[in-house]
Each structure stands twice: as structure tokens, then as C-alpha cells.
């Protein structure tokens, strides 16, 4: 038999309580630990938790920090469930976290979540991809008091493919990245700016890439906001061939 898994690390959704999966609730009532990231969760979200459950805010603490209660709840036969906002897949630190698990000799297990992009594509009402219009999507972020971005990915190259943009940690750089992705989308096309999506603060803004930035401005968002950038935003689009009438099946 494998060794058990103590470590859990659990997507937490964009926020709202009743966004977890049932997976993803279960394990957190079933937690002697709960490690969560306060600076962008509902506080909602921890009544899932079992009431004896030790709740630990992760936002004042570093990486090597939390490796520790993670560790030391694993040494006392503890379950911990490792809240990470959105989905594990992205932004999580959950390679930097597994390898030190793993150098610990600490098995983890990890439970997808809903991503901050497809909440905030999902109260807006629109699909990303559409027919004819844009049938890949960029997921990624900017660098200013953040790690280096590769050379390879500058926002400029996304930029060119003219795919549907989710900009994340980009908040603060709106006016200057605009200005950037200007030259290949064009200062009407639509932009998207959702902040906490499902959460009490909830807000969303509609602009184009002339005019988000005044936007963002106005509003005074600070941080907890994706932006969303491409023609599929408002454009009808075509037809899928999947359901169309005349294709054979």
C-alpha cells in the first residue's frame, strides 16, 4: 500500500462558499488543519471547515512557514487541507510547496477548484471562445514587484496571436499594459475588469482598451481582479461545426 496522504491542497474557487466542490468541502470538514490565503478568500468559504479545526491565515506567512505546519500536522497524523485561491493550477505555489513536501517525505494530493477566470467569464455571461472569432485563450500575468516573467513570454508576443487575453496581478499596470496590446487589438476592443468575483465586493467594469484604465482608476481597485481582453467579448461570432444541422452523425 502507498503511504497515506495527509497534505490536501484544495482549490478554494473565486471565493464564494458554494463555488467549492463537493470534494472540495468534504475535505475540508474532514481537516484537523486548515492553512488558507485570507487576502483573497470569503471568509464564507471556512464555515465548511469542522468546528475543532485549526484555522491558520497564510497571508503573513512565508513559503518556508507554511511548510512547516504542513509537516508538523502530517508528523501528528493530522488531515490538512491547503486552501490555494481559484484553481491549483494557477498561481498556487504548488510546485515551490509539493517539493519541499516531497523532501520531506510528506505525501499530498491536490483537488481542482474553479478558476478566477471562468467566474469571472461566467458573471459576465460570455464565452471566451468564440467561432470565428477567437478559439484560444492566454492565461497570464505581469511583473512588476512579482518573479521575473521568461523572456519568451512577454505580453507583446501573447499580444500577436490576438487570442482572448486573461490578465492576472495586473491590476496596478492596467494603463501601461494597454498601451502595450493597442497596436494589435485596436483601442475599442472590449475589456473586461472583474474584481472578486462571488464575493461580497464583487465589482465589474466594462471598457474598452482605450478607456479600462480611467476605469480601474475611478473604481480605486488595488488587487483580487482579473482583466479579460479580446473581440470574443461582444462579438457574435459563427456557428460551431460540432452542432450544426448538416454535419454528419
Not at 467594469?205 to 479600462?212: D, E, Q, S
Request: aromatic share 4%; proline share 6%; with cysteine.
Amino acid at each position: 500500500m502507498g503511504e497515506a496522504v495527509t497534505v490536501h491542497f484544495v482549490g478554494s474557487g473565486p471565493g464564494a462558499a458554494d463555488l467549492l466542490t463537493v470534494r472540495a468541502t468534504r475535505m475540508l470538514n474532514a481537516a484537523d488543519v486548515v492553512l488558507y490565503p485570507g487576502t483573497y478568500l470569503d471568509p464564507e468559504v471556512l464555515t465548511h471547515c469542522a468546528p475543532g479545526a485549526e484555522l491558520v491565515d497564510t497571508q503573513g506567512l512565508d513559503l518556508d512557514r507554511i511548510t512547516e505546519r504542513l509537516v508538523a500536522a502530517d508528523r501528528a497524523g493530522w488531515d490538512v487541507v491547503r486552501l490555494t485561491s481559484g484553481d491549483p493550477s494557477l498561481y498556487s505555489a504548488l510546485a515551490e510547496q509539493t517539493r519541499r513536501l516531497d523532501a520531506h517525505g510528506v505525501a499530498w494530493d491536490v483537488t481542482p477548484g474553479v478558476p478566477a477566470y471562468a467566474a469571472a467569464s461566467a458573471l459576465v455571461g460570455r464565452e471566451l471562445t468564440v467561432p470565428l472569432v477567437a478559439q484560444s485563450v492566454v492565461l497570464t500575468r505581469t511583473s512588476a514587484r512579482s518573479t521575473a516573467m521568461p523572456e519568451s513570454e512577454s505580453l507583446a508576443a501573447f499580444a500577436a496571436t490576438r487570442a482572448t487575453l486573461v490578465l492576472h496581478l495586473a491590476i496596478r499596470r492596467v494603463r501601461e499594459l494597454m498601451a502595450e496590446i493597442e497596436p494589435e487589438y485596436g483601442a475599442d476592443c472590449p475589456v473586461v475588469v472583474v474584481h472578486r468575483a462571488s464575493q461580497p465586493e464583487e465589482a465589474v467594469l466594462r471598457g474598452t482598451v482605450a478607456t479600462i484604465a480611467d476605469l480601474v482608476a475611478e473604481a480605486g481597485l488595488r488587487q483580487a481582479a482579473v482583466v479579460l481582453v479580446g473581440r470574443a467579448l461582444d462579438a457574435e461570432g459563427g456557428e460551431s461545426y460540432l452542432y450544426d444541422p448538416a454535419r454528419p452523425r
